[in-house]
């Protein structure tokens, strides 16, 4: 795990490169304080920078890597787990690898294969690869986004980074607001790549890459999300029994470091799995980190937690959490992650990670089994799916014909929705852009329009569609779980040092929920259904409960004292800004925050927008 960042072409004093990158790298500390690497190549006005978090080969894997010449030079964040059986390859073919480290065997397998190389890696990554003999440099990202990478093509350069703050600090981007992409943060909570929140700055799309060389610019994908039809017939049984075999294999690879492992464990199915399989494959007891609510027992999940750690014999860690921890946090979050985003509990993610971060270097999670197999309410066979199948949505008109509340809202839009692909938006819609569009002055470009193809989804993923749950789950994948909670839960991570490990996102898991037929993810009010058998292995307590997401608890987002700071956040920064129509704003304001109603979830999108606002457009919060 590292912070990369990276100049090419670069038209001023090649001089500076040093300097520049040295401040680049320095943004990014946290990313990885165990080592500070550079690569300067003067002849193409280029350079690489890596903030090194030490977790494979610590003593040898220093990066830069490069191939034997040094012809190629290459940083990576992240890991490649099967980077072992591509080492012997390399090996049998003649190659001389000088480490153990993972990030080595890109830069000899893409002398061996060029770009097509990206194919065969099974990790999670954002990469830059330098090459001296053609004189490019290709940056990629991960097949469904668990890393991620900036970059912008400027008067100056082409530059790239892990976090944006890396191009600010070093006066190479300026930060200014992208207003269509912030119209869909308004919609849909997050800003879906390639765009992000700043203008001119881009994110590089899940399983993309971007290549720069002296004839220009060229975009591609290597990975899209494709779905299979079975050749033959299996019970659910089967596919279950290979599910925990791959799974197990995952976590196998996952665990693979030369430091301690750590658990994320909340007492679901998904990360209570990880951490049962963990425990089996390590001889000493692993430390686990669980969230604790004291002030909202509905939402406290401990006593699942418990049970699982206790079953598993970890070192459990409980972290409270209260409504002054989710106050304080609120402003170190917004600068940890960069970009607006409500769709992820971004102060529970910071709070989880920093006792972690403390203790370790790495911990293992279960995000991405509800984006593959089905785990959310919007996916199951509810009452409102049913009705959509069944009436024609010319019936229903755009808008809803009588003024009631959001949730009768996204009903009528659902039903309204002229294919399923619409559909599922109209269920990620929180229904606010237009609201933020009538708080803003005149003349600021807002946009609200929010399509698929601005989520990812390609006409070539389109054609392997097998049913609606395919197209839902598509959408999930591509956009909320890699622009939204991965973003976010990378970047909060990271804050602390601290590199988090997804065994559910491993390539292979992820082709096999792709080819699981959609009966085996949702079986009439049971979701995530062929991970059932497996959870049976979990204590009954844990095996039995329903789903329960992670997220801010009701009684303390709704809590006087935050509604307060939401409030004072949002008219502070009208008062002091021309964003808003204060006499409009204000009375909105302040009726909302009266109340501890669902309202309030508008006034904290809001608040979210004003803190990245003033920390990034009128502050210097990336320094």
Known sequence: ??????????????????????????????????????????????????????IVDPVNGYQP???????????????????????RELQQKGHQLRSHSDCEVIAHLYEEEGIDFLKRLNGM???????????????ARDPVGMKHLYWAKTPRACVFASEARSLFSAGLVTPQPDWDALGNFFSIGWVPSPRTAFKGLQRLRPGSFVRFSEQGVSEGRYWIPTYEVPE??????????????????AV??????????????????????????????????????????????????????????????????????????????????????EEPIITSPTALGYLLSKPAGNDLKMVIGGEGADELFAGYWRFAHTPLHRLRTLLPHQL???????????????????????????????????????????????????????????????????????????????????GRLADGILLAHDKTAMAHSLEVRMPFLDKEVVQFAHRLPSEYKVQKDQMKAVLAPLAAELPPIVSKRPKQGLHVPRRIYLAPPLRKFY???????????DLFVHARLEPWVRQVASKADSHTLALRTLCQFCLWWNDFIEGNGWS
């Open 1 to 54: 795990m590292c912070g990369i960042a990276g100049i090419f072409g670069y038209t001023g004093d090649a001089s500076a490169l040093p300097s520049l990158l040295s401040t680049m790298s320095d943004a990014m500390i946290h990313r990885g304080p165990d080592q500070d690497g550079m690569h300067i190549e003067p002849a193409m006005c280029a350079g690489l920078a890596v903030r090194r978090l030490s």
């Open 65 to 87: 890597m490069f191939n034997e010449d040094h012809s190629v030079a290459v940083i990576c964040n992240g890991e490649i787990y099967n980077h072992r059986t591509l080492r």
């Open 125 to 139: 990554f954002a990469l830059a690869v330098l090459d001296m003999r053609e004189k490019s440099l290709l940056l």
């Open 232 to 249: 033959e017939p299996r019970n659910r049984q089967d596919y279950s029994d290979e599910l925990r075999e791959l799974l197990d294999n």
């Open 252 to 337: 196998g690879t996952h665990l693979d470091a030369d430091v301690p492992a750590g658990l994320f464990l909340s007492g679901g199915w998904d990360s209570s799995l990880i951490s049962l399989y963990a425990s089996r494959r390590s001889d000493e007891p692993l430390n686990s980190y669980s969230l604790v609510f004291p002030d909202d027992p509905q939402s406290d999940e401990s006593a699942f937690s418990d049970q699982v750690a206790q079953q598993i014999g970890t070192r459990h860690h409980r972290i409270e959490v209260r409504v002054q921890d989710i106050l304080e946090a609120q402003q170190s979050t917004m600068r940890a992650i």
């Open 396 to 478: 229903f008109s755009d808008n809803l014909p009588i003024p009631l509340g959001q949730r009768w809202q996204r009903a009528w839009r659902f039903l309204a929705a002229g294919d399923d692909e619409r559909a599922h938006l109209e269920l990620l819609d929180v229904f606010f852009t237009e609201k933020a569009a009538s708080l803003m002055r005149p003349g600021i470009p807002f946009s609200t329009e929010l399509t698929a193809e601005a989520i990812g989804i390609t006409n070539d993923t389109r054609q392997t569609f097998r049913d609606p749950l395919d197209i839902s789950l598509s959408l999930e994948l591509t």
């Open 567 to 577: 409030a004072e956040t949002v008219l502070e920064t009208s008062l002091s800004t």
